[in-house]
């Protein structure tokens, strides 16, 4: 035990001794990594829209679960359509006529659901978080208004819940976190830095 104490204390005695190796090297790459961070990484945005699906009841299957069942395997079929060349042009053109230049791909638009859900969930991450919500609203628009056609339906079975909105915070990068763990692994490696050159200096 005296000399698990002993080889501690030794330890941090060196890096008490070159103490400033520990914190130049950990400010300069905390900094760095905060303007990197900043000024270098472009930062993605996020924009949700929720649309729920509801399948026809009708007088031969009127019961809840059953309706339940009709939305569900609906799905997956809308998921396809709302990231369809399709909708996603009818979207651009969309955005072009209010008079927005803004290019987007399927890259940019994501579709999921929970399992058992009815809601469809769309999201769209963009460079810009005005754009991304713009982006997220005209797909949104374009598939209320398509998806009763494309499906051949005799009324419309699914519902815009709401707008994608602005979300000024990234969702990448999150310069506060990569700071933190940056600053960790600084403390880590310069306090072995420290004891690595005490080494080599006791080896000559």
């Known amino acids: 035990m005296n000399e698990q ?3 501690f204390s030794s330890f941090f005695s060196i890096v008490l001794k070159r103490l400033w190796i520990v914190i130049i090297f950990t400010i300069g790459a905390v900094a760095a990594s905060g303007y990197i961070s900043y000024q270098v990484i472009e930062p993605t945005y996020e924009s949700k829209v929720d649309i ?8 031969e299957s009127p019961i809840l679960t059953s309706h339940i069942d009709d939305s569900l395997k609906l799905i997956s079929t809308y998921q396809d359509i709302l990231i369809s060349p ?4 009818d979207a651009q053109n969309r955005l072009q006529k209010d008079g927005h230049t803004i290019s987007f791909n399927e890259k940019d638009v994501t579709v999921s659901s929970t ?18 919500a713009l982006i997220a609203n005209a797909i949104a628009t374009s598939f209320d208004q398509k998806v009763q056609h494309i499906m051949s339906l005799d009324e419309k079975n699914s519902k815009v819940l709401n707008k994608g909105t602005v979300n000024k915070d990234p969702i990448f990068p999150q310069p506060m976190l990569i700071m933190g763990i940056t600053l960790v692994l600084a403390l880590i490696f310069s306090m072995w830095l420290t004891f690595a050159i005490h080494r080599l200096k006791d080896q000559k």
Do not use: C, F, P
């Open 86 to 89: 399709y909708i996603l042009k």
């Open 115 to 132: 399992q058992d859900s009815q809601v469809i969930e769309l999201r769209v991450e963009y460079s810009n978080a005005t754009e991304a």
């Open 52 to 59: 729920v699906v509801a399948g026809k009841q009708t007088a």
């Open 5 to 7: 104490k002993l080889s």
